[in-house]
């Protein structure tokens, strides 16, 4: 494994995945998506996020008029499904933590779809570090700072990339400018996939 490029404090592995463990990882998250179908949240001021969602692992992130929290079930009632183990070996392997996630988010970016920025903020242990897997279509990906979203730069995620934002960098702003529709073949009506794992309750 070649060494990851730091940006910001996070740490970025370029094409860490090869196809077939790009497709593999597809499918297992189209068995996720069957128990724990995409839904469009809904900001706690009520606009509906461009982005689809769902989650696996023993808890979900949601939004709704309630805001946002972790949740132990999908909107449906449904109990999360489990995390795929490549994903699990993926956050073992680049955190070194064995202490599994219990969140791993699924976004979907269809054509037109962008995330804010924002800090992940929602987990009670900012000590462990988030780890974001792209795939698809490429993301133009804007990190600021931890104290101020400004100054910011951007660049570009590509599908197989490995992001980890961890340490001092836990809590830096972030977010997604805009998706290339159709610039990845991986998924095959377009669009992107992120996979973000977070530890929610320390210890
Ligand atoms: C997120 O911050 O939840 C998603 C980041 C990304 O899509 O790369
Ligand atoms: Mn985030």
């Given at each position: 494994m070649s060494d990851p490029v730091e940006i910001r404090g996070f740490r970025l592995w370029r094409g860490l995945l090869d196809r077939p463990a790009q497709e593999a990882l597809?499918?297992?998250?189209?068995?996720?998506?069957?128990?724990?179908?995409?839904?469009?949240p809904v900001t706690p001021g009520g606009r509906?996020?461009?982005?689809?969602?769902?989650?696996?692992?023993?808890?979900?992130?949601?939004?709704?008029?309630?805001?946002?929290?972790?949740?132990?079930?999908?909107?449906?009632?449904?109990?999360?499904?489990?995390?795929?183990?490549?994903?699990?070996?993926?956050?073992?392997?680049?955190?070194?933590?064995e202490r599994a996630p219990d969140c791993c988010l699924v976004n979907f970016y269809g054509e037109g779809a962008r995330m804010g920025l924002?800090?992940?903020?929602?987990?009670?242990?900012?000590?462990?570090?988030?780890l974001s897997v792209s795939l698809g279509d490429e993301a133009l990906f804007r990190v600021?700072?931890?104290?101020?979203?400004?100054?910011?730069?951007?660049?570009?995620l590509k599908s197989g990339d490995v992001l980890v934002m961890g340490g001092a960098a836990r809590l830096a702003w972030h977010g997604v400018d805009r998706v290339r529709h159709g610039s990845s073949t991986l998924l095959p009506q377009g669009g992107?996939?992120?996979?973000?794992?977070?530890?929610?309750?320390?210890a």
């Open positions: 597809v499918d297992a998250l189209r068995q996720v998506a069957a128990a724990a179908p995409f839904y469009t509906q996020m461009s982005v689809r969602m769902t989650s696996a692992g023993r808890l979900g992130w949601v939004t709704d008029r309630r805001g946002y929290r972790y949740e132990p079930r999908h909107p449906s009632g449904a109990v999360w499904p489990p995390i795929p183990p490549a994903v699990l070996a993926l956050w073992h392997g680049l955190t070194g933590l924002h800090q992940d903020r929602d987990e009670g242990d900012f000590s462990y570090p988030v600021g700072g931890v104290e101020t979203p400004a100054p910011t730069e951007s660049f570009w992107r996939i992120n996979l973000t794992c977070r530890v929610v309750q320390g």
